[in-house]
Structure formats: C-alpha cells, structure tokens
C-alpha cells in the first residue's frame, strides 16, 4: 500500500570514454572500488560493497571487523546493457527486508560509440521508502526541512 | 547549494547533539530513554533537545505524560535530497573509475 504520494524518480547521467562491456564491469564487479565509503549503514567502517552478477544476487557492504549489511538485491542482471537493484535502506537508515518497502535502481548502459558509453540512472519508488517508516505515523510534516538528511549526511562525513 | 544548511549543520556539528539525532533516527525516545543511552544528565539532553527542536530537526509529541522526540517527520523531501547527493556523488566517482580501468577484458580479475 502508497499512502505516499509518489516522489519524483531521482536521474542521474555520466558519459565515459570506456567501452560498454567495461562501463557495464566496472559499475558492478569493481562496485566496491568506486563507491564513496562514507555513504554505508554498517556500525563498522566499509571495508568494502559487494554487488552479486546475477538476477537474485545481493548488494550489500562488509565492514572492516567482517560483519554485513544488506542494501538490495539485484532484480534483472543484463550485462552489459541493463542493471536493476532494490535499494532497502530507509530513513532510519536501516535495511528494511519487506520487499513492498524496496524502492529500485535502474542502470542503462548505452554505447556511443566503441570506445564511449553513456550511463543513465534512475532511482524509482522512493515513497516505498517512506511508507516503511514508522516515523511519519501520525503526524504530518509541516514542509520544513528539506535538507535534513543531507545536512546530517555532510555533519557525518565531515567529522568521520 | 550549501547555503541552507548552515544553521543545521552547526547544530549538528555537536558531538552530543549528533548522538541524540542519531538516536532519534533509529526510533523516537523520552528524555529518559536517551539519557541512558548517552553519559550526559536528563536535564543536558533537555536542553539539546530543546535547540535542535527550536532548529526544526526535532519535534515532539505528548503520549499521557510522556513526550516522545522524534526527528522532524517532513522526511519524504529530506530522504529524497539526499539521495539525489548520493547519486551525484556515486556517478562521478564512478565516471572516474571507469575511465581509468585497464581496457583489457581480461584484466578484470587482477
């Protein structure tokens, strides 16, 4: 159930001078090698984020002390073209299992040309997200802070 | 695009205040609640409360003779901008990462 009203998908484009087959590789087998490290939910420092090659495979970040924290899972696996993962990590910054909570990611990789690629985003359903949190029960926001989560994003990160 | 953010990030530059915010994040608590979580007295936590509810990140709500704290609800924009940090951040370190991946297919293991 939506009690949410949809929020608008977040994009995102970048264009690389890389093959599609490689473009495609290094987003998911090298996933861990360029993610930002601070953007985790793990207690432990990531060590490292780990994004499974198959339909069915698990995205999820090992921290430093080995322990896991699931972020999704991959729900279509279509190298070197397309990619769709869950991303089940609410505002509590919890992994949320209830997959009617998931909000999903989708990839397209597009060859420009043989040795350029153009990679296209797009980060869907975040009001699933928000109907999983108990936070919203029973008030209603007053449309105050927009900004909260990324303010809290950067305090973080700027005092890690 | 910081330019809204310096009030709350000085309210949040506090180490204390940080910690009830993350509190706050995983669950709404009492005064009571987050004070045997932190080495600080009810009445220190009252008064973070107090500025981070005057900040607008926090609001409260009476349950009998309880109040509950909990973070500003308005999380659906909140949740969204920062995903859309995320994202810009995530795509241009990968952008880079790709760039600079050896080209040979059969490096991929190494």
Redesign the interface.
């Known amino acids: 159930m939506s009690s949410?009203p949809g929020?608008?998908p977040?994009t995102?484009?970048?264009?690389?001078?890389?093959?599609v087959?490689?473009?495609f590789?290094?987003?998911t087998?090298?996933f861990g090698?360029?993610?930002?490290a601070e953007?985790h939910i793990g207690q432990a420092d990531m060590a490292t984020a780990i994004l499974e090659p198959r339909q069915g495979g698990r995205w999820y970040e090992q921290g430093t002390d080995g322990s896991e924290c699931d972020w999704g899972q991959v729900l279509s696996w279509e190298p070197p073209h397309r990619l769709v993962v869950t991303w089940q990590i609410n505002?509590?910054?919890?992994y949320d299992p209830d997959p009617a909570h998931a909000s999903e990611i989708e990839v397209r990789f597009t060859a420009d040309g043989p040795d350029q690629?153009t990679?296209e985003?797009e980060?869907r359903l975040?009001?699933r997200?928000?109907d999983g949190?108990?936070?919203?029960d029973?008030?209603t926001?007053?449309?105050?802070?927009?900004?909260?989560?990324?303010?809290?994003?950067?305090?973080?990160t700027n005092?890690a | 695009m910081?330019t809204?953010?310096v009030a709350?990030?000085g309210l949040?530059?506090d180490?204390t205040r940080?910690a009830i915010?993350e509190l706050l994040?995983?669950?709404?608590c009492t005064v009571g609640e987050l004070a045997q979580e932190l080495p600080i007295t009810r009445s220190a936590v009252s008064q973070h409360l107090r500025v981070l509810k005057d900040g607008?990140?926090v609001?409260s709500?009476a349950d009998g003779t309880r109040r509950i704290y909990?973070?500003?609800?308005?999380?659906?924009?909140?949740?969204?901008?920062?995903?859309?940090?995320?994202?810009?951040?995530?795509?241009?370190?990968?952008?880079?990462?790709?760039?600079a991946?050896p080209?040979d297919?059969d490096q991929?293991d190494v």
């Open positions: 949410t929020i608008p977040l995102g484009t970048v264009t690389v001078d890389v093959p087959d490689q473009a590789r290094v987003f087998d090298a090698s360029w993610w930002p953007y505002g509590h910054w919890q690629t990679v985003l980060h975040l009001e997200l928000v949190q108990a936070l919203r029973g008030i926001g007053g449309g105050g802070w927009p900004s909260l989560l990324e303010l809290f994003a950067k305090t973080a005092q | 910081d809204n953010g709350g990030l949040l530059g180490p940080r915010f994040a995983r669950r709404p607008g990140l609001v709500t909990r973070l500003n609800p308005d999380g659906v924009t909140a949740l969204r901008a920062y995903l859309d940090r995320v994202w810009a951040e995530a795509l241009t370190a990968f952008g880079k990462a790709a760039q991946a080209l297919p991929e």
